[in-house]
């Protein structure tokens, strides 16, 4: 039992011990708790600190993101307004620069005509007069001379009639002596006194002959004198010579004055070279028109909501109303979607008033820039009307091209036009003035020069256009190897691109400048967008076609919107805009015709055809460079 007690008292000292530890521990952890207490209540006084500053910091926040929020709205409405702004500054300066240029390129054309008319009118009276004069004293002196020289042969005439009269008489007179002397031979002594009384007689009679011989000398004399006279007269024609070198000497003024004017007219057309690029700058190097094509007769049906607002004003602006929606209350709303370009068409316009809008773009590309103008739109919609036919932008072109090439003659410049017409169908390039049954066979590929950036075709058929009639040749051949290729023209001029190229080679004979221009004239596809499920086979692959090269063109336009310096443009996305690399982008001026139609059945591609130019507008291209070169 004592054992048991003392290990029942070792267990108990131990537990003891243990529940002394325990209790250790306890007071440890009761410490550790009020501490960890202590902790939470700091914790919990700082996050309360903490979700105060967060409330706070959340106002400031919010009261900052109002501010900003207000800061944006009216800076905001300041771009605005500068935009705004800026638009009418540029309106207004590209006004006035179009007047300045009409005003300068009128004075100019004024003064070289007045200056013309009055040089040519002085040369024509001082030559007149000159003539008159000279014809006058020709005549004069040739009477006078005449006159003399008839009384002259006349008195001699006379003269000698006499002496021979007088001749005869002695003769006669010496043959009755002689015959008396003969009769009275036998007389002779004693008629010898009366012989020799004949014979004093025979020697006046030599006498007066010698008389008569001295006249006549006399008279040879007076030959001479009248020679010398002439002589003198013809010296007098010296003074007359004088005259005229004098009047030379004015005509010489008067041509350097002309040459004057010339070179100052030579100055005045740089002068507008430079003022006429300068506006087109300012209009931009890409820029878009629209035109809406007039209901036709046979097409009757309903027509669509088309407005232009401003028709009066700028011409800036097409609205269209969309078809009418009910919504579930009854209550019917249209959409009214406006667009704005440079210029809006109405169905009233005439070519002749499109080609007003376009002829300064035809002129730069005389000046020696590329010029390409696109008209796209739906099948229908007026690409054809307003581009190749006899009144269209092609043949107006030409012969703006030529009359502005004539009147630079008499700056210096001498032209060079070839002319060549392709189309794009299905991505192959067929010449449209080649041969009809090579139309879809022959290949023609597209050779660019990189350092010159020029574009070749290769066997296309080139036509130097040395009059304008020979682009009516080439309309009308494109026009038969198109309907050869289709069932109807129409239709082949829907499913492909045609692209009309203009070279234009200028040179200065005098300046030496040289100037290398392209004017492209393309008449798009139809743009509507078939889906494929509506299209089988051949139709299927141009539709295919179709829609991947207007794809391309508006990602070119838009990579060259957003393109800086080396960035990559997708050219070679599709055989259109391979072709025409060089005379798309910033080496160039792009003008975009959108043409629609008026009818309500349309609407859904019009609209699409509108969005589309919308983009094309809000793009920037950068500026364009001329392409002269110095001669070598
Ligand atoms: N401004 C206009 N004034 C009068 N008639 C027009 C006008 N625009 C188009 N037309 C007529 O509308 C019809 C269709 O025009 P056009 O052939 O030019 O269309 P398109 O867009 O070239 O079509 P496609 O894509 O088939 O070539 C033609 O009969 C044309 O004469």
Known sequence: ?????????????????????????????????????????????????????????????????????????????????????????????????????????????????????????????LIRVHRDELTELERRLKAEIEDERSRR????????????????????????????????????????????????????????????????????????????????????????SQAFADLHRQMQEAIDAAALANEKLRAEETLRRKLHNQVQELKGNIRVFCRVRPALASSDTEPAKIEFPDANTDSKEVVVRGPEQRSALGNVTTSISPFSFDRVF??????????????????????????????????????????????????????????????????????????????VYNENLNDLLGKSEDLDKKKLEIRHDTAKKQTTITDVTTVLLDGPERVEEMLKRSTKNRSVAATKANE????????????????NSITGERSEGTLNLVDLAGSERLTHSQATGERLKETQNINKSLTCLGDVINALGNAKEGSHIPYRNSKLTYLLQYSLGGNSKTLMFVMI???????????????????????????AKKQTKTKD
């Open 597 to 623: 139609s008026p009818l309500q059945a349309h609407l859904n591609e019009t609209i699409t055809s509108l969005k589309f130019a919308t983009k094309v507008h809000n793009t920037h291209i950068g500026t």
């Open 346 to 423: 109405g169905p009233q316009s005439q070519n002749a008033e499109i080609f007003e809008e376009i002829s300064q773009l035809v002129q730069s590309a005389l000046d020696g820039y590329n010029v390409c103008i696109f008209c796209y739109g739906q099948t229908g919609s007026g690409k054809t009307y307003t581009m190749s036919t006899a009144d269209g932008m092609i043949p107006r072109a030409v012969q703006q091209i030529y009359a502005e090439a004539t009147r630079l003659e008499e700056k210096g410049w001498k032209y060079k036009m070839e002319g060549s017409f392709v189309e």
């Open 153 to 240: 042969i006349r008195e001699v005439q006379e003269m000698q009639t006499q002496c021979a009269l007088k001749f005869q008489n002695v003769g006669l007179d010496l043959d009755v002596k002689e015959r008396e002397a003969q009769n009275v031979r036998g007389q002779l002594a004693q008629l010898t006194s009366e012989l020799e009384r004949e014979k004093s007689l025979k020697t006046n009679l030599q006498d007066r002959l010698t008389e008569a011989s001295a006249h006549n000398l006399t008279l040879e004399t007076s030959n001479r004198a009248m020679k010398a006279k002439i002589d003198f007269l013809e010296s007098d024609n010296q003074a007359q």
């Open 1 to 125: 039992m004592e054992r048991d007690f003392n290990n029942f008292k070792k267990t108990m000292e131990g537990t003891v011990t243990e529940r002394n530890s325990l209790q250790e521990t306890v007071d440890l952890l009761k410490s550790r708790l009020n501490e960890l207490e202590g902790i939470r209540t700091q914790i919990t006084a700082m996050n309360t600190k903490l979700q105060t500053e967060l409330e706070d910091a959340r106002v400031k926040l919010s009261t900052s993101n109002m501010a900003l929020e207000d800061t944006r709205r009216s800076h905001t409405f300041e771009v605005d307004d500068l935009r705004r702004k800026h638009r009418n500054d540029m309106e207004d300066l590209r006004d006035q620069h179009r007047k300045e240029l009409d005003r300068s390129r009128k004075n100019t054309d004024e003064e070289t005509d007045k200056l013309r008319k009055e040089f040519e009118a002085e040369l024509d009276k």
């Open 492 to 507: 082949r001029s829907s499913r492909s691109h045609s692209v009309f190229i203009l070279k234009l080679l200028g040179e």
